[in-house]
């Protein structure tokens, strides 16, 4: 899979211009910088659970890093069930708005379910490919077997009706609701933030200043900065731009 970053190397010079430091960001190809950029981003995707991407790269993205399409993943999931139940009385799957139980997925900003392998008595069914079982996203799908919706701070939210997991006379089909669902799905935010480009640019830069210190330079002011202690500084200023994402 090609490096992807959430900046540029143009991103990451401008940062260093703004620290008032000197030097040159020069390496073969710029990889030690594209390096970072990406190490970074990873930090960044899997600290706040999410993936932005671009529809068109920049003329400044010679490296091509910014993503330009969603992610995918797939996860195995439980059926969250009910509180304490009567003893001899079956488990049943906790609901939300009527007979719809909530699964929240690992990653904000779903798009779509491409694949939802959910546990029957003889094995697994997919009610994606299935023409028994429809669904999309909110709110069309509502009342469908099951829809995927996002609330506003991005959390990726998937309702499916647990009438299909009764048997004609209203028994639960199944005995256990651990890892009853495999669900695939793609996920992503289209346009990549100022914030989170200055922020992951601060951070790559902050990386390079302790990896090699005399690449970067000093302040243009000529006082001596402990690069410790720039290092910190940008990381914090790195992690107010992201404050709104956390």
């Not at 710029?30 to 960044?44: R, S």
């Not at 068109?56 to 139940?85: C, N, Q, W, Y």
């Not at 379910?113 to 697994?124: A, C, H, K």
């Not at 951070?203 to 402990?226: F, H, M, T, W």
Request: charged content about 30%.
């Amino acid at each position: 899979m090609p490096d992807t970053g959430y900046c540029t190397v143009d991103d990451v010079r401008r940062a260093k211009q703004d620290s008032e430091l000197t030097g040159e960001l020069v390496s073969v190809n710029n990889e030690i910088v594209v390096d970072a950029i990406t190490a970074q981003t990873e930090w960044l995707e899997k600290k706040l659970s999410r993936h932005w991407y671009v529809s068109t790269r920049p003329d400044e993205d010679t490296h091509g890093l910014l993503p330009i399409g969603p992610k995918s993943r797939d996860d195995e999931e439980d059926i969250p069930t009910g509180g304490a139940s009567i003893v001899g009385e079956p488990v049943t799957p906790k609901t939300w708005q009527g007979s719809y139980t909530r699964i929240e997925l690992d990653r904000r900003d779903a798009e779509s379910i491409t694949e939802l392998l959910v546990r029957t008595p003889d094995g697994y069914e997919d009610w994606v490919g299935s023409s028994e079982y429809s669904g999309g996203t909110w709110p069309d799908a509502l009342g469908d077997d099951y829809y995927l919706r996002i609330n506003n701070g991005g959390v990726s939210q998937l309702y499916l009706d647990t009438e299909n997991l009764l048997d004609e006379d209203d028994e639960p089909l199944l005995e256990s609701y651990s890892n009853a669902v495999y669900v695939t799905f793609d996920y992503g935010h289209e346009g990549i933030p100022d914030t989170v480009r200055k922020a992951v640019a601060m951070r790559a830069c902050a990386k390079l200043l302790i990896d090699d210190e005399s690449a970067l330079g000093i302040p243009d002011n000529g006082q001596l900065v402990n690069p410790e202690s720039k290092k910190q500084a940008m990381e914090s200023a790195a992690e107010e731009l992201l404050e709104v994402y956390l």
